[in-house]
């Protein structure tokens, strides 16, 4: 979700209410506080992680299913402040507990073009982010989801000999993804769909969407237990308003 305003806008969020009509929705990139983005979804609960900053990052959940608590942010005594900012002050990190589940919503802070941010981000975000969803699944399973800012890998990107060294497929940052995998996490796209080259975000440049040169970088991952009641783990790239498309999860509970 690229600021959810602009999405509103263009209609393309009642669009998909209308078209889809999820039991929860999960945005990242909300852009927004609560009450700056006229939302009219009476039938959902509105859940919003806003950053500090205004009009930057944010995550929000909409839910039909009114959950037992919710946590906001990721717990964590390290410090992360750099030249860009706090990751921790950036409503990226939004916690939701069902009767069966916690659910994660979450915005991967992004290594910047010249991957300023990937000692950060390798080092202690995808590190304490890994640690807090192992803490969460000793109560419960979980169910997270999100924009995590990488590709895992070649299949999952269009061009991956010369985007190697880029922000978003570095080593480093595929070694996040595969850590949570070692973990016990599940890639539920990529389990029901193992051979599929499929996208969810394309670069503005050079009609990349039009020619669908793009990245999957956002996925739906649960606790190992949680996968025999995955039933379905999709990629809508037919749904416009974003330079991200919606990825979305059938869940038996």
């Known amino acids: 979700m690229n600021g959810l305003r602009a ?19 999960c945005l990242q990139e909300t852009k927004a506080k609560q ?29 039909k299913i009114k959950p037992l608590s919710v946590k906001y942010g990721l717990p964590t005594e390290i410090e992360m402040n750099d030249e860009y900012g706090n990751p921790l002050s950036e409503g ?12 994660v919503d979450v915005y991967t802070p992004n290594s910047k073009n010249g991957l300023e941010r990937l000692g950060l981000r390798a080092e202690k975000w995808d590190k304490e982010f890994l640690r807090y969803l192992k803490e969460l699944e000793q109560v419960k399973p979980v169910v997270v ?29 595929r070694q996040g993804i595969t850590n949570m995998i070692d973990a016990g996490f599940v890639d539920t796209f990529r389990a029901l769909h193992p051979d599929e080259v499929r ?46 498309c919606p990825v979305s999860i059938e869940l038996e509970v």
Request: charge should be negative; glycine fraction near 8%.
């Open 145 to 173: 989801c999100g924009d995590f800012n990488a590709a895992h890998e070649e299949i999952d990107i269009a061009r991956p000999k010369t985007n190697h060294h880029s922000a978003g497929f570095t080593d480093e940052e």
């Open 35 to 63: 009450g700056q983005a006229e939302v009219d979804l009476p039938e959902y609960e509105e859940i919003w992680n806003s950053a500090e900053r205004p009009g930057y990052a944010g995550t929000a959940i909409f839910t």
């Open 199 to 244: 996208y969810t975000w394309w670069s503005h440049w050079g009609q990349a969407r039009a020619n669908n040169v793009g990245w999957r970088i956002d996925y739906f991952f649960v606790s190992y237990g949680l996968m025999p009641r995955v039933d379905k783990a999709e990629i809508h790239e037919d749904v416009m308003g974003s330079d991200h």
């Open 7 to 25: 999405v509103i806008r263009k209609g393309a969020l009642q669009e998909f209410i209308d078209g889809y009509a999820p039991d929860i929705l």
């Open 92 to 103: 990226r990190v939004l916690t939701a507990e069902f009767s069966e589940f916690f659910l």
